[in-house]
């Protein structure tokens, strides 16, 4: 409430519902910008250290789609709101397939991590 208060003062004249929409909206935002900022390190780590059709392997080695992001973004648990947003992106640039799907179908790192870049530059355009 506190917070809300806070934004509210700085916008002369809103009133506490817009000040809670717009935290709501910056919040939505800041994780749309890290899940981009993820798949485009992810892709980054695939052309780095090479890919391989299964296995997490370690980190600084070849590593599968889900380790490759797992290196780009490593935390014991990743946040909710996320891992969300960053399923429902790859799962509407894979047109409802799954990750494992489109790496039996092409077997290439480099697909992969053309992927990734796709999902990102989405991400970006719904900012």
Known sequence: ???QFAVNEKVAGSS???????????????????ATE?????????????????????DGQPRC???ALASAHPKSKWNKKLASLMYQALYEE???????QFNYKFKDGNKVANLYEQVARSLTRQS
Do not use: C, D
């Open 38 to 58: 993820i798949f485009l390190n992810a892709a980054r780590y695939i052309r780095q250290y090479g890919w391989q059709e299964k296995g997490m392997s370690v």
């Open 94 to 100: 894979l047109n409802g397939k799954t990750l494992t």
């Open 65 to 67: 789609s889900m380790g």
């Open 1 to 3: 409430m506190v917070e």
């Open 16 to 34: 506490p519902a817009s000040g809670a929409i717009t935290i709501s909206i910056m919040k939505r935002i800041e994780t749309r910008n890290e």
